[in-house]
C-alpha cells in the first residue's frame, strides 16, 4: 500500500512539474543556504571560545575580594550603640598573601595547574624612544604550563628567564616600534621609580598586535623587587584539563581560599550572551527562507487536489480510506523534500568549501585570518530535518482537505 501511495503522489507531481521544479529549486537554495550560513556562524562561534579558552586562563584569582571585608570593630560590636567615623584601615602591601600555600593546595587538585603572576605598569626606554608597557613577572616553568605564550616563540625561548633573571621577553611588534632586537639591553622603569636594565631573550608573535606591542615577560623576583612586593604576586591564572568545568572549579577555590575567582565563563558573560543571541537571529533568518519554500510546495499540493477531485473520490470509492488519501499527499511533501534535501546538501557542502577559501585581515590583528566553517554532522541533521519539517508542514494542510472529500458528493458533481 505505501508503495503504491508513493507511486501516486510521485505521478501527480510529474504531472505538474514546472511548479514541481520550482518547489524543488525553493527547497534546494533554502537547504543550502541554510547550511552554509549556519556552518559558518557556528563555526566563528566555535573559534571565538576557543581563542578564550585557548589563549586565557580558564581561571584567574586575583589579589581582592568579591564583597569587602568588615572591620574588626564591626565583627566584635554588630550591634553596637555608638558609631565610630572617619576611621582609615591600615595601609598594606596589595598583593595575595601566601600564595606559596594557595599554591600548594591548588596543585594537589588532579587536572589543575597553576601559577603565579606580578603583574604592573612600567615605562620602556630605548635610543630616546619611550613606551608604556605591562610588566608580567613569571616563574617561566610554571607559566609555560598554564600559558601557550611559548607556542607564539619566534625567537629565543621563555625558559631562558629562569637562566638569566636579567632578560625580558616582549612582543615582535614592541621590538619593531622601538627597533630592538634579540641581545639588546633595555631600560625599564616601574611606577615605583626603580629603574632596570634587562637583555631581551626572546621575541613573541600572538597576531595580537595590542599584546605584541604592549607586554613584556620578566622573572618573578625582579617584578617584585621593582614594584617594592617582596613575597607577593597580584593573580594566580589556572588551567584545567575540562575547561568547562571552569565555574564550578572556581566557586570551589573562591570558598576555600576567600580571594575573587573567576573563570573564563564568567570573564566572558556578556560576550557568550551575545553570541547566543546573534545564533537566534541566524536561525530565525535562514529559517525563514525555507519558510518560503514550503510555501511553494503549498501551492503545488492545494493545486494538485483541487485538480485530482474527481480521481481522490473514485480511490475513496474504490476502498482507500481518508488516512490512505492524507498520507498519499504527504508523501508528496515528503519527497520535494527529500530530494530538495540531497541536492539542497550538496549545494550547501560546495558553498561551504567556497567560504573556507576567503581569507581577510581583521583591524588590530597582523595575521591573515580566514572563515571558520564547522562541519559537524549536527549541522547537517540540523539543516535537513528543518527542510523536511517544513515540507511536511506545508503538504499537511491540503492532504487533510483532500483526506475530506466526499466521494458521493464529487461523483454526483456537487463540488
Known amino acids: 500500500m505505501i508503495r ?19 518547489s524543488l529549486l525553493g527547497v534546494v537554495l533554502g537547504v543550502s543556504f541554510f547550511l552554509s550560513i549556519s556552518a559558518m556562524m557556528r563555526g566563528s562561534e566555535q573559534d571565538i571560545i576557543h581563542r578564550l579558552v585557548d589563549n586565557a586562563p580558564h581561571i584567574t584569582i586575583e589579589d581582592e575580594y568579591r564583597n569587602p571585608t568588615l572591620q ?16 582609615v584601615p591600615q595601609t598594606e602591601t596589595r598583593g595575595i598573601r601566601g600564595y606559596p600555600q594557595i599554591l600548594d593546595y591548588l596543585r594537589r587538585t588532579p587536572g589543575l595547574r597553576a601559577s ?40 629565543g625561548s621563555l625558559d631562558e628567564l629562569e637562566a638569566n633573571p636579567n632578560g625580558i621577553v616582549i612582543g615582535d611588534e614592541l621590538a619593531r616600534r622601538m627597533s630592538l632586537g634579540m641581545g639588546n639591553n633595555l631600560r625599564v622603569a616601574s611606577t615605583t621609580g626603580q629603574v ?62 576567600r580571594y575573587k575567582t573567576v573563570s573564563w565563563q564568567e570573564r566572558s558573560e556578556d560576550l557568550m550572551s551575545a553570541l547566543a543571541i546573534r545564533s537566534v537571529i541566524m536561525y530565525a533568518v535562514v529559517g525563514a527562507v525555507l519558510v518560503v519554500a514550503a510555501f511553494g510546495i503549498y501551492n503545488v499540493i492545494s493545486t494538485v487536489v483541487l485538480e485530482k477531485q474527481r480521481d481522490i473520490a473514485i480511490l475513496r470509492a474504490m476502498g482507500f480510506q481518508a488516512r490512505d488519501i492524507e498520507s498519499m499527499f504527504l508523501a508528496q511533501g515528503a519527497l520535494i523534500g527529500a530530494v530538495g534535501n540531497v541536492f539542497g546538501i550538496g549545494l550547501g557542502c560546495g558553498l561551504m568549501a567556497g567560504l573556507m577559501r576567503i581569507h581577510f585581515r581583521v ?51 456537487g463540488t
Open 196 to 257: 632596570r636594565t634587562f637583555k631581551i631573550i626572546g621575541l613573541f608573535h600572538t597576531g595580537r598586535s595590542d599584546f605584541d606591542a604592549g607586554q613584556a615577560f620578566v622573572a618573578l623576583k625582579r617584578v617584585q623587587s621593582m614594584l617594592d612586593r617582596p613575597n607577593r604576586i597580584n593573580t594566580i591564572v589556572i588551567r584545567l584539563a575540562d575547561p568547562n568545568a571552569a565555574r564550578t572549579e572556581a566557586a570551589r577555590i573562591e570558598e576555600r581560599v
Open 363 to 413: 583591524p588590530g590583528s597582523t595575521d591573515v585570518n580566514y572563515l571558520a566553517i564547522d562541519w559537524s554532522p549536527f549541522q547537517f541533521v540540523l539543516a535537513g530535518g528543518v527542510a523536511m519539517l517544513a515540507a511536511m508542514i506545508a503538504a499537511y494542510l491540503p492532504a487533510r482537505r483532500a483526506a475530506k472529500v466526499e466521494p458521493v458528493d464529487v461523483l454526483r458533481g
Open 116 to 155: 603565579a603572576v606580578l603583574s604592573g605598569q612600567a615605562l620602556a626606554s630605548f635610543a630616546g624612544k619611550d613606551r608604556a608597557i605591562g610588566l608580567y613577572g613569571i616563574v617561566a616553568s610554571e607559566y609555560a604550563q598554564v600559558s601557550t605564550i611559548r607556542r607564539y616563540m619566534v625567537q
Open 4 to 22: 503504491l501511495l508513493v507511486d501516486v503522489a510521485a505521478r501527480h507531481l510529474l504531472a505538474r512539474r514546472r511548479q514541481s521544479i520550482v
Open 72 to 87: 574588626p570593630v564591626s565583627q566584635l560590636f554588630p550591634d553596637a550603640a555608638v558609631q565610630l567615623h572617619h576611621l
